[in-house]
């Protein structure tokens, strides 16, 4: 099954501005999902979205987090001011067909100096 | 609470060899779904196979098998005829629940990194 895309595949910014990380699903799903990998690190679940609304976030994904679909269509992740430990993979992932399984998209790589 | 545990950090295999990546993981639910996926050097999360906890046969995909012992709760990944495209990173990830559930996250392990000689 077709995975996601993800725009940008890179991004650098300066500590403290704002970024926005976009996921674009190749048909209509329900279920989507982000999640960061630090670098030499494990991937670790950020939040989950079902049907336009949050349906879990972790610890991780504070205030300066957000996510929505403003068009429904692309699901976006905002980090509202960035921090240097931001820097990361942050993977898009949808549900499957059958929901069980998940597929990633092929990440934004996020670099803030 | 979940917790995935692979016990490889790296491992060296001669190409096309059979290799196994270790993977045991704990939850007290009943329903459960394991998944293995691959990190090329690229970076991109390649899923590679999935097995349900209710699934009566192990999960094939091509090359890709799992070995999944319910009782001791292992599910390792089985590669046969190991190629060099298979040197990569490569994860253990279980969610707890059905994946129609809305909490599904997937908890991933600290990977095992795989090089394939030729």
């Known amino acids: 099954e077709p995975e996601v895309t993800q725009t940008p595949s890179h991004q650098v910014t300066q500590m403290g501005q704002e970024v926005i990380l976009r996921c674009v699903p190749i048909?209509?799903?329900?279920?989507f999902y982000w999640y960061r990998q630090i670098l030499g690190q494990k991937v670790e679940f950020l939040v989950s979205f079902y049907n336009n609304e949050i349906s879990e976030k972790s610890e991780i994904f504070d205030d300066q987090f957000s996510v929505e679909r403003p068009d429904g269509s692309n699901f976006t992740l905002k980090i509202r001011s960035t921090k240097l430990e931001d820097s990361a993979m942050y993977f898009c992932?949808?549900?499957?067909?059958?929901?069980?399984?998940?597929?990633f998209g092929p990440g934004t790589r996020l670099l803030v100096l | 609470a979940q917790k995935i545990t692979q016990t490889q950090p790296g491992m060296f295999v001669q190409e096309k060899e059979a290799v196994t990546l270790d993977c045991t993981y704990d939850t007290s639910d009943p329903s459960y779904g394991l998944f293995w996926y691959k990190q090329p050097s690229s970076g991109e999360m390649i899923f590679l196979i999935y097995q349900g906890s209710y699934d009566q046969q192990n999960a094939t995909e091509g090359r890709y098998s799992l070995n999944f012992q319910k009782a001791r709760k292992s599910a390792n990944l089985v590669i046969s005829a190991s190629q060099l495209g298979d040197s990569a990173m490569y994860f253990c990830a279980m969610r707890e629940g059905r994946g129609y559930s809305s909490a599904s996250k997937i908890i991933f392990g600290s990977g095992t990194r795989l090089s394939i000689r030729p």
């Open positions: 992932a949808r549900g499957g067909g059958n929901q069980e399984t998940q597929y």
């Open positions: 048909s209509n799903h329900l279920y």
